[in-house]
C-alpha cells in the first residue's frame, strides 16, 4: 500500500506499507553475542528475548542460534525466554532461565529495557556475574559501564540511524529521490568488558562483524 505520504521506518517496517526502511541487522547482533561467548568458553547460552513476533527479537535468536549450530552447538527451546518489553519482564524470564537444571552458564539479553531487569535476576539466584553466569546486554548506555562488572553489550548506531533516516525523509519531502522504497542496514558491534570473563586493557574494545558476515548494505 502506498500512503501517498513520505514514510521512513525505523528498524522494524509495517508488512504491506511501502516506505523506506532503516534497520540494524540483528542477525549479526546475535551471531557476535554468542560467538564472544563460545570463544569464552561457554556452551549452555539462554536467551532473554522480546516477542517473537517481532522481526529484531527474531532475527537476534537466530543470530545466536546460528553462532552455535556453527560451533556444533545448538540454541534448546528451553533456553529461550520469551518476555514483554519492561525491566520487571527481563527479570522474571532470567530467573525461568536460570532455575533450569543444567542452568545456562551465560545469557544474552535482547533488549535495553530486558538488560536491565537481568543482572537483579542473577543476584536473587545468588549467583555471579561472570563467575557463575556470563551476560551480553543489548544497547549502550553510560550505566552500563558503572556495573559491576562492566557489561559487555551489542552496541546499535543509534546516531546513525536516525541521520540517515532523516536524509531519506528530506529527499522524499524535497523531491529528489523519487524511486522506490530502500532500505539501509547498518551493522551493530560488540563491545567487550568484564561481564563474560574477557579481560582487556581498557576494559572497552570493539569487535565488528566478521568479514563473511552480511555487510552494511542499501537494497532497492
Request: charged share 25%; aromatic share 2%; net charge negative.
Amino acid at each position: 500500500m502506498n500512503t501517498g505520504r513520505p514514510l521512513v521506518f525505523i528498524e522494524r517496517a509495517i508488512p504491506g506499507i511501502e516506505a523506506d526502511v532503516v534497520k540494524v541487522d540483528d542477525v549479526v547482533g546475535g551471531c557476535l553475542a554468542a560467538k564472544h561467548l563460545i570463544q569464552l568458553g561457554h556452551r549452555r547460552i539462554g536467551v532473554v528475548a522480546m516477542p517473537l513476533a517481532m522481526a529484531p527479537s527474531s532475527d537476534r535468536v537466530a543470530g545466536v542460534r546460528r553462532a552455535l549450530r556453527e560451533a556444533g552447538l545448538t540454541l534448546d527451546e528451553d533456553m529461550i525466554a520469551v518476555a514483554q518489553l519492561s525491566e520487571q519482564e527481563g527479570f522474571a524470564a532470567a530467573r525461568r532461565l536460570l532455575m533450569h537444571q543444567p542452568r545456562p552458564d551465560a545469557l544474552v539479553a535482547c533488549s535495553l529495557r530486558l538488560t536491565t531487569g537481568v543482572p537483579a535476576a542473577i543476584r536473587r539466584a545468588e549467583l555471579r556475574v561472570p563467575d557463575d553466569v556470563a551476560l551480553v546486554g543489548y544497547d549502550d548506555l553510560p550505566w552500563a559501564l558503572l556495573c559491576n562488572p562492566p557489561l559487555t553489550v551489542i552496541e546499535q548506531p543509534t546516531r546513525e540511524l536516525g541521520r540517515i533516516a532523516a536524509g531519506l525523509l528530506l529527499s522524499r519531502l524535497s523531491g529528489a529521490r523519487s524511486n522506490g522504497p530502500v532500505t539501509e542496514v547498518l551493522e551493530p558491534r560488540l563491545l567487550v568488558r568484564q561481564s563474560c570473563g574477557a579481560q582487556s586493557g581498557d576494559g572497552l574494545e570493539f569487535f565488528e562483524p566478521d568479514a563473511e558476515e552480511p555487510g552494511s548494505r542499501t537494497a532497492e
